[in-house]
T-cell receptor, first 114, second 115 residues
Framework: EAQVTQNPRYLITVTGKKLTVTCSQNMNHEYMSWYRQDPGLGLRQIYYSMNVEVTDKGDVPEGYKVSRKEKRNFPLILESPSPNQTSLYFC?????????????FGPGTRLTVL | QKEVEQNSGPLSVPEGAIASLNCTYSDRGSQSFFWYRQYSGKSPELIMFIYSNGDKEDGRFTAQLNKASQYVSLLIRDSQPSDSATYLCAASRRYSGGGADGLTFGKGTHLIIQP
């Protein structure tokens, strides 16, 4: 089954404790992206990657890191999480980012930073 | 700064009627537009995309694009209670290198279909 998976789905952590949210897709997609979704603010892009070893900042990259060492994986790293990073996070992928390309979203990761 | 604007709603529509959802965008460089549906606590799922001026129909859904007015809309015919969800409008911009730098989402319109 074609899908985007994220782990963990739910995470409660404390300020300053490094964490990684994994994202993996099995569709051989070139483009991958991370979003956060907050009430009243909608979906905002954190980072995106056009292909292996190619990443770029989205609208809200502060406090996050990403890497794209393999085509299928695009982990999101929070080196020192803070309470304002409490949010619902989505990973998405598409064959390529451009006209008419469908972005497939993962199931989401609900993160709480105490 | 790229912006996509939507009325947050809620928009209440009786079952069987046409639901009309609207979206405006600020970036004239935006070339393709997407409508996603999101149920509470779930991930967004694509309904339709459109990149040419005019209408595009897919089943009960029709997307409309007017680039001169920077306006995108989604019509849902014969609305069903299962259509009750938040609808997200998104715009993509293609840069000169041939790719695009991601999607900018509106904050979404909450649609309620009344049985």
């Amino acid at each position: 089954e074609a899908q985007v998976t994220q782990n963990p789905r739910y995470l409660i952590t404390v300020t300053g404790k490094k964490l990684t949210v994994t994202c993996s897709q099995n569709m051989n997609h070139e483009y991958m992206s991370w979003y956060r979704q907050d009430p009243g603010l909608g979906l905002r892009q954190i980072y995106y990657s056009m292909n292996v070893e190619v990443t770029d900042k989205g609208d809200v990259p502060e406090g996050y890191k990403v890497s794209r060492k393999e085509k299928r994986n695009f982990p999101l790293i929070l080196e020192s999480p803070s309470p304002n990073q409490t949010s619902l996070y989505f990973c998405a992928s598409s064959l390529r980012q451009g006209v008419a390309d469908t972005q497939y979203f993962g199931p989401g990761t609900r993160l709480t930073v105490l | 700064q790229k912006e996509v604007e939507q009325n947050s709603g809620p928009l209440s529509v009786p079952e069987g009627a046409i639901a009309s959802l609207n979206c405006t965008y600020s970036d004239r460089g935006s070339q393709s537009f997407f409508w996603y549906r999101q149920y509470s606590g779930k991930s967004p799922e694509l309904i339709m995309f459109i990149y040419s001026n005019g209408d595009k129909e897919d089943g009960r859904f029709t997307a409309q694009l007017n680039k001169a007015s920077q306006y995108v809309s989604l019509l849902i015919r014969d609305s069903q209670p299962s259509d009750s969800a938040t609808y997200l409008c998104a715009a993509s911009r293609r840069y000169s290198g041939g790719g695009a730098d991601g999607l900018t989402f509106g904050k979404g319109t909450h649609l309620i279909i009344q049985p």
